[in-house]
């Protein structure tokens, strides 16, 4: 059974840092292409970034590349997101997600993710 959770979140000021784990169970992690996204209610969700399946390659949405880092550790088969630089536009729920295709690369949206975590909130203060 695919699970991912999420952890990390909280509140933050702005300027400060954060970092969110999604720890996956349920398929090698390296495998699979796996994503951050984040939602504020009322709103579209929005990916964020993304680390593809074997040597990892890594893509970043333009709102967040510079601050946000994802990486990948296989062996505790949890990929991470090192927010910097958080703003009060920050402030969502971010969720981690894979990609259910062996070798999945990041070149696909949303639609292709194929499981989910639950989510975890992150607040940023002004």
């Known amino acids: 059974q695919v699970q991912l959770v999420e952890s990390g979140g909280g509140l933050v000021q702005s300027g400060g840092s954060l970092r969110l784990s999604c720890a996956t169970s349920?398929?090698?992690?390296?495998?699979?292409?796996v994503g951050w996204f984040r939602q504020v209610p009322g709103k579209e969700r929005e990916q964020l970034s993304c680390i593809s399946s074997g040597i990892g390659i890594t893509r970043y949405a333009d709102s967040v590349k510079g601050r946000f880092t994802i990486s990948r550790d296989n062996a505790k088969s949890t990929v991470y997101l090192q927010m910097n630089k958080l703003e009060p536009q920050d402030t969502a729920v971010y969720y981690c997600?894979?990609?259910?295709?062996?070798?999945?690369?990041?070149?696909?949206?949303?639609?292709?993710?194929?499981?989910w975590g639950q989510g975890t909130q992150v607040t940023v203060s002004s």
């Open positions: 349920g398929f090698t992690l390296n495998y699979y292409a």
């Open positions: 997600a894979a990609r259910g295709m062996v070798g999945s690369d990041c070149r696909s949206g949303e639609q292709d993710f194929d499981y």
